[in-house]
């Protein structure tokens, strides 16, 4: 199994980013997917969650609004597209895989410990 993000780097504030994610070694396309981030010093927190099918999305209160979660189930990519980014979002991005049966019962989770398999992680640095 492996995950891995792309497309980090530094941004002004108010810049935009687009991170992905490639899978590969499991059914990309059965697991509801997350984004989790973890700045210096703090713990890893929760960003965004999508559905087996990309119907459903769940966002942290912090980034809705502002963040967009999707997933191209035949290119088994997940994306984060991330705007008005501000310096509190500089962290360190990681995608997760959460297996869940692929159907309408998926639950969206937001606790890091829910999600199976994890990538080594992006960094996203916002700053002028």
């Known amino acids: 199994v492996q995950l891995v993000e792309s497309g980090g780097g530094l941004v002004q504030p108010g810049g935009s980013l687009r991170l992905s994610c490639l899978a590969s070694?499991?059914?990309?396309?059965?697991?509801?997917m997350g984004w989790f981030r973890q700045a210096p010093g703090k713990e890893r927190e929760f960003v965004a969650a999508?559905?087996?099918?990309?119907?459903?999305?769940y966002y942290a209160d912090s980034v809705k609004g502002r963040f967009t979660i999707s997933r191209d189930n035949a290119k088994n990519t997940l994306y984060l597209q991330m705007t008005s980014l501000k310096p509190e979002d500089t962290a360190v991005y990681y995608c997760?895989?959460?297996?869940?049966?692929?159907?309408?019962?998926?639950?969206?989770?937001?606790?890091?410990?829910?999600?199976?398999?994890w990538g080594q992680g992006t960094q996203v640095t916002v700053s002028s």
């Open positions: 070694g499991f059914m990309f396309s059965y697991y509801v």
């Open positions: 999508i559905n087996y099918d990309g119907g459903r999305t």
């Open positions: 997760a895989a959460d297996a869940q049966p692929p159907d309408p019962s998926q639950i969206l989770m937001s606790t890091s410990w829910d999600y199976d398999y």
